[in-house]
């Protein structure tokens, strides 16, 4: 079992910028960040290998959203910058203890991201 608890949400203008957090319990071997929207299927946003920091960003936040992590706080972050109305999301951290990485047995409980035009 993996733990996530995931922090930073929050009200921002269009152009601005935030930094969402989540401690994991352990290290999992690959971690990442979906948002929901609205009416909308859940989305992959970035993720991260654990230790070797390959890393991998959706289209629409290449260029403005950065992924990182702190082996030593078993934390990852997302430092949203430019943000822009469609952004607007409950952002979810997931975790995958598997090689492929490609199921994302473990979520967090979301932290809401709100963008104003």
């Known amino acids: 079992q993996v733990q996530l608890v995931e922090s930073g949400g929050g009200l921002v203008q269009a152009g601005g910028s935030l930094r969402l957090s989540c401690a994991a319990s352990?290290?999992?071997?690959?971690m990442g960040w979906f948002r929901q929207a609205p009416g909308k299927e859940r989305e992959f946003v970035a993720r991260?290998?654990?230790?070797?920091?390959?890393?991998y960003y959706a289209d629409s936040v290449q260029g403005r959203f950065t992924i990182s992590r702190d082996i030593a706080k078993n934390t990852i972050y997302l430092q949203m910058n430019s943000l822009k109305p469609e952004d607007t999301a409950k952002y979810y951290c997931?975790?995958?203890?598997?090689?492929?990485?490609?199921?994302?047995?473990?979520w967090g409980q979301g932290t809401q991201v709100t963008v104003s035009s």
């Open positions: 352990s290290s999992p071997i690959n």
């Open positions: 997931a975790a995958d203890p598997n090689v492929n990485g490609d199921k994302w047995p473990y």
């Open positions: 991260i290998r654990w230790t070797a920091s390959t890393i």
